[in-house]
């Protein structure tokens, strides 16, 4: 069975820090791309911040650049988002999605989300 489980959310201050962590099983994780999105009420899905399957590479969205890093262990099958300098409008359900584009499809899994809360 297929499980992707995200937590680290909470209540914070802005310029405040969380670690997310997507803990996953069920599948060859080492094998696939694993991306963060979020979503704010009222708002389409935004993918944050994305990395490969071997880790080298990873990419953001322009509004986190400099303040998430996203991070993988094989080892434990989990991926983290590290956020740092948190501002309001980082408010969203953060969702964990594992991808993988074979020669015989597309495979692509996702988390239900852990709640971030930017606010004094």
């Known amino acids: 069975q297929v499980q992707l489980v995200e937590s680290g959310g909470d209540l914070v201050q802005p310029g405040g820090s969380l670690r997310l962590s997507c803990s996953a099983s069920g599948f060859n994780f080492s094998h696939f791309a694993m991306n963060w999105y979020r979503q704010a009420p009222g708002k389409e899905r935004e993918l944050v911040a994305a990395?490969?399957?071997?880790?080298?590479?990873?990419g953001y969205a322009d509004s986190v650049k400099g303040r998430f890093t996203i991070s993988r262990d094989d080892a434990k099958s989990t991926a983290y988002l590290a956020m740092n300098s948190l501002k309001p409008e980082d408010t969203a359900l953060y969702l964990c999605n594992a991808f993988e584009r074979t020669l015989s499809g597309v495979y692509e899994y996702w988390g239900q989300g852990t709640q971030v809360t930017v606010s004094s």
């Open positions: 990395i490969t399957s071997d880790g080298f590479n990873a």
